[in-house]
């Protein structure tokens, strides 16, 4: 059948069995519009795969209402698919411009902290070890140095130099982190 590529045939198929796909729809769903559009969706299931139609292997009728099914079965999917995901949204309040406004802010507020993140990934392991207990987990430099077993000397030496590798790339944000640490 080359149904995409003559659209005179086409013409004629769809006035032969628009009457027939029409009544198969609305037999399975109520809504007037939804059935306009999966009866529209069904023919063009038919332009995209008319090339896999065998006369051997039925008639065109049985052909057509078989893609029809599958049309009705996709959308009756979708529909429960949506109906389960309005179920998870129910009773939940939705944002509003206000609620949108400070999710904003938010995450303004964290691009520093995600670019510090980053840039602290450069660091040598137990540099960054000690940069993290102190800068995020606000521990002291004394607390730091017994959480990795480390002198207290070893643990400032090693904060100094992340500092100083941080310096010119997120001081601010990592003086931020650190808070009066």
């Known amino acids: 059948m080359r149904l995409n590529e003559d659209p005179v045939a086409f013409e004629a ?4 069995h628009i009457d027939a796909v029409m009544r198969f729809v609305v037999r399975r769903v109520s809504d007037p519009h939804l059935a306009a559009d999966l009866t529209a ?5 038919v332009l995209d795969s008319a090339h896999t ?6 008639s065109e009728v049985a052909w057509l209402y078989g893609i029809a099914r599958n049309v009705v079965s996709a959308q009756r999917r979708r529909a429960a698919r949506d109906a389960r995901l309005a179920g998870r949204v129910a009773g939940r309040r ?7 406004g ?12 995600r670019e510090a993140l980053r840039a602290m990934a450069d660091l040598p392991d137990g540099e960054r070890a ?3 207990l102190v800068a995020i987990d606000q521990l002291t430099v004394t ?8 002198r207290q000397v070893t643990a400032r030496v090693r904060l100094h130099r992340a500092r100083r590798a941080l310096q010119g790339v997120v ?6 982190m650190e808070g009066s640490a």
Do not use: H, N, W
Request: proline letters at 4%; a negative charge; hydrophobic letters at 40%.
């Open 13 to 16: 198929f769809y006035r032969r």
């Open 41 to 45: 969706d069904v023919f063009l299931a």
């Open 53 to 58: 139609y065998r006369p051997g292997r039925g």
């Open 94 to 100: 939705m944002m509003d411009d206000d609620d949108l």
């Open 102 to 113: 400070r999710m904003e802010e938010r995450i303004d507020a964290e691009r520093r902290m």
């Open 130 to 132: 000690v940069l993290e």
């Open 143 to 150: 607390q730091a140095a017994e959480a990795l077993g480390i």
């Open 171 to 176: 001081s601010p944000t990592v003086r931020q």
